[in-house]
């Protein structure tokens, strides 16, 4: 089974991720890895730390010459921001005078449930951890998963469809959001020059007032069969795993496949996708569909439309001016602590879900066409693509 964990404190030494399972053979290309951690720090909206990393992930085990082995990937990624922390956050017993407590929990971060949890008199030890830094390790791993789906034909992409009020037009087709992708600037998630403009209007807003937005990315698996997943066995469907891949992500408080919301105020006539037999010579079968408001998922199984997953983020809990909160010492009302934060990190968490969207989709395939290496999973793959073809 493909799994994947990771390790690390925000301001600590280095992030780690560990990814088993992997079939051997796979093409693992450093810029590829390093690509994905840099588009994660991009979008219009983040804070001063993303001018103090640039992540690239240090491979210690599972790939040699290029190519995974089949033993597990141990990465590294370091935090330079360490460095500042060191006598702040100490590897021994450091001088108390020096540390600097988290002394009033921000409401909307784990600051106060997690100082009650585990005991700790102020945040600092939750935060280090509940940080969305963590997510950088995320994308690594799902990097290799990437790379795996494109040995297959399978892609997976994302964008920003909403930024706080501003609703942003979507690229229609698959091609659209990859040369969206392809794009090297620093709004490199949002769709036209229009959009750009929207966005960044709506996030200067709340960087003049400090407060914070939130929005909603979507992510879109391309290439994928139907037939992955299973409407078995609950804890199987691609469906449910796909929400908790995105769930998991810090802040996504929402997650939608397909026309999920507003299908429960449509009718059925409109929201069901036709089913016709005009599949074009490219495509797996040749049953067709007029749309795609199931989002490529039915019984929580792949169907062969493009998987389509949205997250809807909560807008940033650190705010500049922040919202009323209790010293964890005396007790009395105070304002919520501030250190600095993002505003903004929509983009950035498109990137995440990618990653952890790959992985799923990564394991679900491994499941159903199995084998060691890629070579076999490759057959196994082609050769159901023909029997569905010839169904
Ligand atoms: C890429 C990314 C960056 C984030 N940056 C910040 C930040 O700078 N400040 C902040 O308060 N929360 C930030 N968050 C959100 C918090 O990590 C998150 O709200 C917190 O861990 C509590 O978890 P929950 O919102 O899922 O309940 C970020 C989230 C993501 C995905
Ligand atoms: C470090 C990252 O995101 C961080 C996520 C985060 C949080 O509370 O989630 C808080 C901020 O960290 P800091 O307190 O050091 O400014 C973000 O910068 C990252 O995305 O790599």
Redesign the pocket.
Known sequence: MLRFSTAGESHGESLVALVSGMPAGVPVEQDFIDRELWR?QKGYG??G?MRIEKDTAHILSGVRHGKTIGSPIAMTLANNDWKNWTEILPVEEGDPTKHKAVASP?P???DLAGSLKYDFKDARYV?ER????E?AARVASGAIAKLLLRALCVGVASHVIRVGKAELSRPATWDEIVALQAKEEVMLNCVDADSEAAMKAEVDAVLRTGD?IGGVFEVVVHGLPPGVGTHANWDERMDGLLAQAVMS?????AVEIGRGVTAAESLGSTVHDAIGYEGSDEAFTKFSREQNNAGGIEGGISNGEDVVVRGY??P????RRPLGSVSFETREPVKAAYE????C?VP??G??AEATVALTVARLVIEKFGGDSLRELQRNFNGYCEQIRAY
């Open positions: 994660r983040r804070g730390r921000r909307g971060h784990a935060l509940a940080s969305a830094r997510s914070t992500l810090q802040a996504v408080k983020l909560k940033i809990s650190t705010l600095r934060s993002d505003v990190v950035a968490a990137v995440a």
